[in-house]
């Protein structure tokens, strides 16, 4: 059973920083590229930041200089730092696990809550 699930999100005050986890299990973590998603209230969810097998890292535009997408092989995790933390970053963050095979495979953690608010 494939299981991604989310920790570290809550209630951080703009400026502040937040680390968000994603630890799964049941895939061979080592062989999917990784990411984080996050779907804002009333909004299309969208790609933050992704990691390749190879650890190759792309972010949103919106998130550059601010996150970092990184992972552990053998903990079988991923993680996102987040500073600098502003009200638009409130959302609700996924994690995604994505295989490019034939066919391509897509795991999704349940979403952790990440709300940034004086």
């Known amino acids: 059973q494939v299981q991604l699930v989310e920790s570290g999100g809550g209630l951080v005050q703009p400026g502040g920083s937040l680390r968000l986890s994603c630890a799964t299990s049941?895939?061979?973590?080592?062989?999917?590229?990784m990411g984080w998603y996050r779907q804002p209230p009333g909004k299309q969810r969208e790609l933050v930041a992704a990691?390749?097998?190879?650890?190759?890292?792309n972010y949103a535009d919106s998130v550059k200089g601010r996150f970092t997408i990184s992972r552990d092989n053998v903990k079988k995790t991923v993680y996102l730092q987040m500073n600098s933390l502003k009200p638009e970053d409130t959302a609700v963050y996924y994690c995604?696990?994505?295989?490019?095979?034939?066919?391509?495979?897509?795991?999704w953690g349940q979403g952790t809550q990440v709300t940034v608010s004086s």
């Open positions: 049941g895939i061979i973590f080592s062989l999917y590229d």
């Open positions: 990691i390749t097998r190879g650890r190759t890292t």
């Open positions: 995604n696990a994505f295989d490019s095979g034939r066919p391509p495979i897509n795991y």
